[in-house]
């Protein structure tokens, strides 16, 4: 028997179920527009193995970083898995590389945002990593999503997609693209916590003293001493995680700073974005 399905009760089974929408109309025409029973088929189908999937840890996949042509512009996603198995496969690569092409093209500004964005034909990109939960098995998801504008932004992709840099530099220009890239691999080894101390969070600051107290008290300090000795370790922390005020891993006679300012007295870095695997 043929059934006429309209846009609406597509629409509503998969706001239902959160299946895509081809799947959706798919099971409606195979329940012949009998909803309890296209949800039934979803389930057959890997819907309910998508939803037993959603507490699982997804702690494998791939990060990819990319730039517009002008440099102005750095997105950086992570679609991840729960095996490196699938996380390997070159249809999940390229699934993934696709999805950092549409967020370098859109630009969204959220990650909810790039999740509705067009994956391709009705199929949004949330759609598409539901349907790959289906179809492989596992917990599939843009887990991160980070953008980043400068005069110029390079990137730096580490150890085969395990994790994905972007840097904005205050100046533009192709003498500035090695400095670029060398202040992304310094992210992605030393892993800063802040571009500079005025950044650090509140919280960490306050806890960075309160570690140094008690580090101090444990040392037999006296009391009086013990905020001016944490203050002291807080100014270590600052040079040991902060991007700019890191020694230089490449040649540790520089920090960050100072390296960038033997490339030009004015250069600068404006943000960083880091996104890892786990």
């Known amino acids: 028997m043929s059934v006429t399905l309209s846009a609406t009760d ?5 706001d239902a179920t959160g299946a895509g929408m081809m799947d959706c109309k798919a099971a409606l ?23 037993k999937r959603a507490d699982r840890d997804a702690k494998e996949g791939v ?10 512009k750095g997105i ?8 490196d198995f699938v996380s390997k496969n070159e249809d999940f690569i390229n699934n993934a590389k696709k999805i950092a092409e549409i967020a370098l093209n859109t630009f ?3 990650l909810e945002d790039l999740k509705n964005q067009t994956f391709e034909g009705n199929v949004t990109i949330g759609d598409k990593t539901t349907d790959l939960v289906a ?4 917990k599939i998801e843009v887990a991160n999503y980070e953008r980043l504008e400068a005069p110029q932004v390079e990137f730096y992709i580490h150890m085969g997609n395990k994790a994905g840099v972007l840097i904005g530099l205050n100046k533009r220009g192709e003498e500035f693209t090695e400095a670029g890239r060398d202040a992304a691999m310094q992210v992605a080894a030393m892993k800063p916590v ?3 101390k005025d950044q650090v969070d509140s919280t960490v600051i306050a806890k960075e003293i309160e570690i140094g107290m008690e580090q101090a ?5 006296p009391e009086a001493m013990l905020e001016k000795i944490a203050m002291g370790k807080l100014e270590r922390f600052y040079k040991d995680s902060t991007l700019l005020n890191q020694q230089f891993v490449k040649d540790g006679s520089h920090t960050i700073s100072s390296y960038l300012k033997s490339k030009d007295k004015d250069l600068t870095i404006t943000g960083f974005k880091h996104v890892m695997l786990g």
């Open 135 to 138: 179809a492989i098995g596992e």
């Open 76 to 83: 950086v996603i992570k679609l991840s898995s729960e095996t």
């Open 108 to 110: 969204p500004t959220t």
């Open 29 to 51: 025409t195979e329940a012949e527009g009998d909803f309890e029973k296209a949800i039934e088929v979803l389930r057959k189908r890997g819907q309910k193995l998508s939803i």
């Open 217 to 221: 008290r444990a040392e037999g300090k």
């Open 194 to 196: 802040a571009l500079d």
């Open 63 to 72: 990060v990819i970083a990319m730039v517009n042509a002008d440099k102005t």
């Open 10 to 14: 597509v629409k509503n089974l998969r």
